[in-house]
Nanobody
């Protein structure tokens, strides 16, 4: 079993920056992929970016070249760096962990709101 704790969300002005963090604990030896998804009100959850334990990244088409995912295996933590934020990125961002088998875990989500 894996537990995920997210942090770093909040209210920022357009053009600001945020770095989301997600710390995994529990059966961490079985973790394969860590990453982020987001869901805006009335919309389906979508891929933001993921990263394997070896450093291979995969981004959603809408965020390629905009956001950066990184991973610190020693700290069992995945990050999402977001710069030059725009209103349209406002959503709940969820940490996701995929195990070496089919199972996956989700964090509770952290709200990112870009507004002036």
């Amino acid at each position: 079993q894996v537990q995920l704790v997210e942090s770093g969300g909040g209210l920022v002005q357009p053009g600001g920056s945020l770095r989301l963090s997600c710390v995994a604990s529990g059966s961490i030896s079985g973790i394969n992929v860590m990453g982020w998804y987001r869901q805006a009100p009335g919309k389906q959850r979508e891929l933001v970016g993921t990263i394997t334990s070896g450093g291979t990244t995969n981004y959603g088409d809408s965020v390629k070249g905009r956001f950066t995912v990184s991973r610190d295996n020693a700290k069992n933590t995945v990050y999402l760096q977001m710069n030059s934020l725009k209103v349209e990125v406002t959503a709940v961002y969820f940490c996701n962990v995929k195990m070496r088998w089919w199972y996956e875990y989700w964090g509770q989500g952290t709200q990112v709101t870009v507004s002036s």
